[in-house]
């Protein structure tokens, strides 16, 4: 399996700030990458796919990068609603596989 | 917009089979994967396995051995069913619609304890 790792764990930032996730895969994935947004008690939502290609109906705060290995999630003013944990998550390959979670408070 | 709702039951005794529904709402099943994935409370996310409208299935080789997702498309549904649970089978599990590996739109969950 491939194996995602995502940096930090958690993340402490205020509103307004710029904040940034990166997430590594074992290996080479392309831009085979999503990113996921966890509220508190709610299913994930998909924010990014194929690393930087925004989900319809999502703000424009956030933008992903990266290709191969390594990939990026951003926030470029972080607001209160974005408190939540992020998840990175290959699809290149079964079985896809998630990052641990990124948590982000304010 | 697509809308996928889940139920099935949310408290099981250790070796019984878990059993879970998702009907899925203003789309067609053709064209796409279907998914479940579960999450251990407190912990991270966890793909179970998918099936097409033509009930072609991928699972999760950690889960293979028990795992069967079926589909009915005349109701637009699709199920899973997951035998010998033990408490480290205990999660919120999602079904989603996945097309190219990708969970798009996401059940609202379902909390399964497993417990004698």
């Known amino acids: 399996d491939i194996q995602m790792t995502q940096s930090p764990s958690s993340l402490s930032a205020s509103v307004g700030d710029r904040v940034t996730i990166t997430c590594r895969a074992s290996?080479?994935?392309?831009?085979?990458l999503n990113w996921h947004q966890q509220k508190p008690g709610k299913a994930p939502k998909l924010l990014i796919y194929t690393a930087s290609s925004l989900q319809s109906g999502v703000p424009s705060r956030f933008s992903g990068s990266g290709s191969g290995t390594d990939f990026t999630l951003t926030i470029t003013s972080l607001q209160p609603e974005d408190i939540a944990t992020y998840y990175c998550q290959q699809s290149y390959i079964t079985p896809q596989t998630f990052g641990q979670g990124t948590k982000v408070e304010i | 917009q697509v809308q996928l709702q889940q139920w099935g039951a949310g408290l099981l005794k250790p070796s019984e089979t878990l059993s879970l529904t998702c009907a899925v709402y203003?789309?067609?099943?053709?064209?796409?994967?279907w998914s479940w994935i579960r999450q251990p409370p407190g912990k991270g996310l966890e793909w179970i396995g998918e099936?097409?409208?033509?009930?072609?299935?991928n699972y999760n080789p950690s889960l293979e051995s028990r795992v069967t997702i079926s589909i009915d498309t005349s109701r637009n549904q699709f199920y899973l069913r997951l035998s010998s649970m033990t408490a480290a089978d205990a999660a919120v599990y999602y079904c989603a619609k996945a097309p190219q590996n990708t969970p798009r739109n996401w059940g609202q969950g379902t909390l399964v304890t497993v417990s004698s």
């Open positions: 290996q080479s994935i392309g831009t085979y």
């Open positions: 203003d789309e067609s099943f053709r064209g796409y994967f």
């Open positions: 099936i097409n409208h033509s009930g072609v299935t």
